[in-house]
DNA sequence: ACAAATTACTGATAAATATCATATTTTTAA
DNA sequence: TTAAAAATATGATATTTATCAGTAATTTGT
């Protein structure tokens, strides 16, 4: 394991990359790595955050517990991402629960390093502003999806979503694998409604299935369902 | 009207207030103050923004069209807020269109100054990032609510969100009247929908209205409502 | 002030989606 | 390994919401 940052590829992926020599070896000093086995919180909504965590590996969900006891999920974060931004940059508790989805391995990044940087580089600061704005403007498709496209287009774009971001393995099953649960909160459904549109797909032949591992067979057809047709 | 932005109130509500007063001076003698009626556009999706807009009076929403030729209301903006920020700093075209709701008054303020400013001042990008956070928070509530709550439970709290963001006048109704169609795109619904439901509110004594104009009537019912009674 | 256009409203119906019940399969832990 | 637990799957049904059709009220432009 890489443990000096500077060294670090994963920081080409983010912010981090605007910071100084010094900056960074400050950071390199007071970060602590951390490995977070499969269905382990990062941290809990409501947490008052100590600092920020960088993906190194493995993927984590983002997401916000609703009233009716349903976890809706906003995000999934993986490598080159860093998590607790938005509560260390606006100094309140986080409104989001980070779990593992994978194992992970992050490292943790004390508020004191990022904060100071924040006041005093300019490029570290704009680099996370843009990176913040691109977050924004997913969020805001993620609200016109949400209240305009039916479920089933939800779901065949959710399966293209995790095509485009994480891949596929050598067998042509997508490289994340999630539970039918959290395909339901992603898209934002009941899971039964999520499983019986699964079934759909498969019936039709848009995507196969083995067991949890889930490949896009007709990716033109599941862009035609994401169409409307 | 005030020509001065060194003078100008509207900068304690925003990021502007973080800028020096050289740089102050400078967006000072770029702005240009422009006067938007009611239902026309400030900039339209997919436009590539020049500048900034201040909002000194009035509201502007801030829509996405959807494939189904419906809009999705992402936000309303209103005085000291300031719309196009994160198409100039992602230097993108914006995925949002902005309509004046009422007749606005709004500064424009060329990109040069902004990302001049962006560079140099740490407090000011600070600043804009606070902001941005901000908007990202609210923007996953949104989300959250959009896939969790009942047409009914937006319904009321979108009436809520309107007496607490823009107040009420002299007749107890609601300061910001918006259209049926309106209400129904910020929830995020059928604007059918959002009428019936309004009639129902009406005929259960949780709003009244005369013409467009809505008034609440019984707050703590309209709360309960919003919690799932 | 008035005709035309837009907006608001209501009912009937269709479509989408959630919920409940229950069976089957898969995973987990002793 | 096996029993228990959890996840997946499917059917039946209820609920929510959208759509279509049509009328009434309001606003707009001349």
Redesign the pocket.
């Known amino acids: 394991m890489e443990s000096r940052c500077e060294n670090c590829i994963i920081r080409q992926f983010n912010s981090l990359r605007a910071m100084s020599k010094e900056e960074l070896k400050k950071v390199s000093d007071s970060k602590i790595t951390k490995v977070i086995k499969k269905g382990e919180p990062l941290f809990e909504e409501g947490d008052k955050l100590n600092g920020v965590y960088c993906v190194r590996n493995g993927v984590s969900k983002l997401s916000k517990l609703s009233a ?1 006891g349903k976890d809706q999920i906003v995000k999934l974060a993986t490598k080159g991402e860093v998590l607790g931004q938005r509560s260390v940059i606006s100094q309140e508790s986080t409104n989001l629960s980070a779990v593992a989805v994978d194992d992970m391995e992050v490292c943790f990044i004390p508020k004191e390093s990022i904060n100071n940087t924040l006041q005093k580089n300019p490029n570290f600061t704009l680099e996370v502003l843009r990176h913040m704005a691109h977050d924004l403007k997913e969020a805001d498709d993620v609200i016109v999806n949400i209240s305009q496209k ?3 287009q939800r779901m065949a774009e959710a399966f293209l979503y995790l095509k485009n971001n994480f891949g596929e393995d050598e067998d042509g099953f997508l490289a994340l694998t999630l ?3 959290d395909i339901s909160n992603v898209v ?6 999520a ?2 549109i ?2 759909e797909f498969k019936k039709k032949g848009l995507i196969h ?1 083995s ?2 591992k889930i490949g896009i067979k007709d990716e033109r057809k599941l862009l035609e369902v994401v169409e409307g047709f």
Chains 1, 2 share one sequence.
């Open positions: 009716n039916t479920v089933k539970s039918r649960e934002g459904t009941a899971t039964e409604s499983i019986r699964i079934s299935a067991g949890k």
